[in-house]
C-alpha cells in the first residue's frame, strides 16, 4: 500500500519530464498534469479527513530554514514548513500588496508570478518557492515609489487608465495574472477558446482569448469589461 | 479669465486608485498593532436549542487564551440594528447555525484553529424551522393547534411586531384603503381577465474578495475600568458600529471610536454585519488588554454572515383585455433568518417597489418578513427591490402571454409618466418618460429583429435563443422620512495650504465615494480635482453624514458636499474678498488669508430636503424617496437544450439617472451589477442544510468570472433632477434590479416556458423540462395563466 502522503513521481522525474516537453513545447501539458495530481491528492486527503499535519492539528515545535528570492531580493527566513507562500509574505516578510480571498485556490486574488508563471500563492508552500524568482505587486513598478504613471509596469499604467478595478481588493493578483497571461500569449500558450476558435497557431489576445485565460481572477464588483480592456491594451504595448 | 473647469461630467483617475495598483492600500489584514493578539469565534453546530455544556479539553493550555462570553459584556448582550433582538453572544439559547457562542484570543493566529477543535458544546435541540413555508405552518399550527414548539424565540418571546414567526408586516393601498378596497371589487368583478402569479427569488451571497475583518483597542482609566474602545475595520457605515458598541459596553458615543479603512468589496454585506464582528473583537481587546484582530476567513463569513433576503412574492392583477391594469394585490414575503437586523426596512423597499413603474388604479400591497432558524439576512445591493421587481416584471410577461399581447403593449399600456402618481401616492413632477426608454432599450438591443429571427432559427436548433426585458425604477436614498431622520452633516475644511478637505462619514467600497465627491468640490470650488483631498472615515473626526448604502452618497451626500463649497466660496468672497471666476492661485491665497484672519475656515452643510416631503408612516403613503432613478434592461439568452445550460449572451442596460457624474464610474457601476444580477439569476444557488450553507466556499457557490460575462452595453439619459448635485441621482442599487427579471423574460421567450423560481440553475431547467413531458421545450401552449415551477395553491386576496 502506498503512503497517504505519497506525492507521486519524485521532482527529479517531473524536471526531466519537464525538460523533455519543454524541447517539444508541451511544457503547458504538463503543468496541467501536474495540477491535476496535486489536486489528486489533496482531495484525497479532504475525503479521509487526515488528523496530523496537513490541518494544524500539532503546532509546529521547529521552523525550518528557507530563502526566499522576492521581486529580486533574497530574504531568509524560518517558516512552519506548512506555511503557505502567502502567509510567508504577508506575515513573515510583511508584503502584505498580495492579497488572501480564499486561501484555497478559488478566487485568484493571492496570484504572483514564480519564475514569470502565474501561481496561487496560497496554494504554493513557501518552502517550494526556495530557488526561484517571485515576484510580487509590489515588485512590478519600474521604481519603489512611483510619482509618474510612466513608472508603473505598463499593465498597472493599463489598470489604472481603464479603471480595471472598484475596491481594489483584487487588482494585484489581477495584474499580475494579466503579466503572465500576456507572456503566455506572446510564447504562443493556448487556451480552451483557441480550440473553440480553431486559432492554435499562436492565437492573437482577442477579448475572448482575455476573457477565458483571466477566468482564475475572481471580480466581484464585476469591473471585468474594464480589466479586459486594460489587458488588450497592455497587450498591445499601450496604457491607453 | 480661466475656463471653468468642467469636472462633473468628466472621468479622472480614482482618487485611490495608485495605491490600488500598486499594492500599496492597506485593508484590514494588512496591519498590525503592536502586542496584537488574533481573535476567533466558537459558533453553534446546530439550528436551534438550549446550551446544555461548553466542555474545554485538556489538549489545550486554557491559560494562553482570552475566552469571552455572554456574561463577560459589560453592557446590554444585544447587536442593535433597528432592534435590540439580536444577541451579541447567545446565552444559554442559539436560533440558527453558526450563531457565535464564545470568542477566544490568542498571541499566534495559528493557535486559534486547534483550540477551536478543543471546544466541545453540547445542545438540548429544538426543531427549526428553514423556509418561509416550514414558518407559516408553524404560525399556523400556533392558531390552530396552540402548538408552539416551532415558533422560534424562546419566552419570553421578543416584541416582534409582525407577531408569532414574524418580524414587521406593511400593508400599503394606492389610495384610501376602503375606498381601494371597494375599487379593487369591482375591477375584479369587471375585469376581462385575472391573472395570477407567483415569483420566488433565493439568499444571495455579497462574496466580496475581501473577508470581514476589524482591529479594535481598548483603553482603561487609572482606576482599571474600561474607558473607551476604537475599532478599525472593513465596513460601509461607521457610526452603525458606533451605535452598537455604545450599548455593548455601555459607554458614551464620544468614548466609541470607530475608523473605516480601506474596505475590498462590501455591497451592503459590511452595513449591518461590521457591528457584530466589530463589538466581538473589542469585548476580546477588554477582557485580554491586547490590540485583537479578527479576520473570518472565507468559508465562516460564507456561512455566518448575511444574506440577501430570499422571497416569496404573490401577484393576482384584474386586467381588460388590451392590457391595462384595472386593479391588483401584491403579497410579498421575506425570509428575514433568526433575527430581524434590517428585515423591516429591506420589506420596506420590497413594498414599495412591488408595484413597478406602473399606474394602478387599485392596489394593494400586503408584505411581511418571516423568521427562521437561518442566519440572519441582511442588506444586499437593492435591499429588497430586487425581489419584489422580479416578481412584477415576470408578472407582466406573464398578463402579456395570457392576453395575446406582447410584453411591450403591456407595459406600454400601463407606464407611468410624469404629473402621474406612484402607487404610495407620490406625484412625478420630474420628467419621466418610460415610453421613449422603452423605444430607445429595444433599438439598441435590436429586440424586434431579433425576436422575429430567434423564432424562426429555435425551430431548427438544439440551441433556443431569446430577448426579453425588464422595466424598472430604484428610489433614491433613505426611505421616507428617512432622510430627515438621518439628519447628514458634511464638513469642508481648508488645511493649513489653502486647499480643501472633505469630512463625511460617507465610505469607499470601490463604488468611487472619494473620487465623485472630489469632482464634486472640485466643480464647485473650480479647483483642479487633484487639490481635494478626504479625511478618512474617523468617527471621531468626521461627521455624520449618514451611512453609505441606499444609493444616497452621489445624490444625498454630493448635494451636502456642493452645498457646503458654495459656502465656503460665498465666506471667502465675503471675508478676504475673493475675486469671482477665481483662479487656483487665488482660492489659496484667499483660503490663506482667511485663515490668518480667522484660525480655521470650515463650512459645514447640513440635510434639508429641497421641497417638502411628505411622508405617513403610518398608512405608508406619501413622497416615499427624494427622487427615482429609472430603466429598461434587454437581455439576450441561449438555452442549451442538451445540457440545460441557459447562458445571457448579450445585455442592454439603459438608465435615467439624472446627470452622468463620471462616465466611467457609473458605467462600471451598472457592468458590475449586472454581473451580480446575472449570478443572481443563473449561477448563485445557496444550499442549506438545517440551516446551514452547505456550499460555502466559491468552488460550489458560483459567481461569474470575466469568462461568464456576455457583453454588456451601457446606456444613460440624463434628466438632471433638484435633489442631486448638478442633477444627479442614485445608481449604485439600480443596475441589481433589473437582470433577473429581463433573462428569465428572455428565457421564456427562448424555451416557452415561464421559469419564475431564482436562481435558475441547468438542474432546474432540466428538472422543469422533465416534468412537463416536452423533451424540448415549447410548453406553456395550453394555460399560460397556470405556474407549473411552483406549488399549485391558493393566492388570498
Redesign the interface.
Known sequence: MSHPFDLGPEPDEFAEEEHQLAKSGLNLELSRRRFVQAAGVLSAVATVGLPGPL?????ATSGQAVTLKVNGQTQALNV?PRTSLLDAL?EKLDM?????????G??G?CTVLIDGRRVNSCLTLAVAAEGAEIT???GL?KSAD?KDISE?HPV??A???H?G????????GQ?CSAVAAIEEQKQGALSIVSFHTGNTDHPDLSDDE???R???????????????AAVRAASKGATV | MPQRNAILGASPIRKEGRAKVLGAAQYTDDLALPDMWHGATVRSTVARGYIRNITFAHEVNWDEFCIVRASDIPGKNVIVHLMQDHPCLANGYVNHPDEPILLIAHPEKAALLRALKNIHIDYDELPGVFTIEESEAAVKALVEKNDDSRIIWPTPKADYEGGPNCFKTYEMYSGDAEKTETGLEAAFETADFIVEGEYATGAQEQLYIENNGVIAECFYTQQGEVESVCVRGSMQCPFYLVHALTLVFGLPDDKCRVIQVETGGAFGGKEDFPSVIGSHAALLAMKSKHPVKIIYDRAEDMAGTTKRHPSRTRHRTAVRKDGTLLGGTIEVTLDGGAYATLSSTVLSRATIHASGPYKWPHLRVRSKAMATNLPPHGAFRGFGAPQSLFGVERHMDRIAHTLGLTPEEVRRKNFLGTGDTTATGQPLVDKVDMQHMLTRALNEAGYHEKVARFAEENKHSLIKRGVGFAAFMHGTGFTGSGERRLNSLVYLDVLEDGLPQILVSSTEFGQGTNTILSQVAAQTLNLPYEDIRLAQPDTSVVPNSGPTVASRTAMIVGKLVERASLQMLETLRLQVHLPADHTREEFIAAAKAYRAQYGTLRASARYEPPAPIFWDDEKYRGDAYPGYAWAVYVAEVAVDMRTYMATCTRFDALQEVGKVMHPVLAKGQVEGGVAQGIGYALYEKCVWKDGHLANNQMTNYIMPTSADLPPIHVHFEEVPSIHGPMGAKGIGELPMDGPAPAIMNAIENATGISFCTIPLLPEDIFERVQSLGHPHGGTEDLDPSVDRDTRVEEVSA
Do not use: W
Not at chain 1, 483571466?214 to 479586459?228: D, F, L, Q, T
Open positions: 490541518f494544524g492539528e500539532k503546532p512552519d504577508r502584505t500588496g498580495t492579497k488572501k480571498g480564499c486561501d484555497h478559488q478566487c486574488a510580487t505587486i509590489e513598478a512611483p508603473l498597472q499604467a489598470f489604472l487608465q479603471d478595478y472598484q475596491c481594489g481588493y483584487c487588482t494585484p495584474i482575455i476573457r477565458e483571466m477566468s482564475g481572477n475572481i471580480c466581484r464588483c464585476g469591473a471585468y469589461p474594464n480589466i479586459v
